[in-house]
């Protein structure tokens, strides 16, 4: 099953399809999750300018190849073994934009050296799986939540919809970090308008409205190949920045050194039987 609209207005960038020309894109793309998992499965369908839809890609390709990456035990999100073909196969063959590299020698590595007190000297080495350029991930999660607004606000007449921008991310480890839950906390009550998961999983997505008579304001939420979450709110800017004041500070132990010193952010799980981001969700 799936949801096609007859746009005449590119929902990414707003231009007039009939002056600029438009492609056929699938938000969802199919080689953003593993192979095969879209095969008779809901995505949504429309145009776009040819413009957009190349940029899109860009995005998806590097993202892709980031998400399914294995963690820093070696850990797949599933023990699927299509992911794992894709993970090695987009891994060796997608760029990061932040090292220049192929994905797979991508990985983050820091070495952080102090001194501790006087003879007492501190060497510590860090490896994390491949970083992302923050600006690279809220562009392409704020094209797909526009185009997913686009269809829930989509005016058959006009053949146009309404599309809004996104805000924070985090890694699977640390999707139980205060302002993740502090946000599934706050708006766990609004009014479900989209909550969808396909690819088998592999993509997940939750828009959601404040309820009247506040000021018009939406929270969203994307899952992506179950390794990275991103959310944001749409809509009216001050009713979001209400919500986010109630957001907790995330935690972080300060380590001294001799000159200056060294903070550290743990990680914080989010345990299954918490998980209310993506409630009533189910494959459509």
Known sequence: MRSKLDNQTCPYCGRDLRAVGS????????????????????????????ECNARKADFEDEMSAASMQPNIFGNLARPDEQLRIEARRKGRRSISRLTGKTIVKSPERLQIKGQLAQGLNLSVSLVAPPQLMRERVYALAGMQISAFFYLITFNPDMKRGFCLIPVAFSHRGDWGNSVQTAFMSSVREWDPRLIAETAQGYFKVAIRRQQPPLAPCWSWALEWNESIRVIGFLGDEQSAATVCRGFPKQAASTIPLAEGHLEITREIPLQIADDTMFSSCGSI
């Open 23 to 50: 492609t056929k894109e699938h938000v969802v793309g199919k080689r953003f999750v593993p192979k095969g998992t879209m095969a008779a499965t809901w995505n949504l369908i429309l145009k776009a300018c040819p």
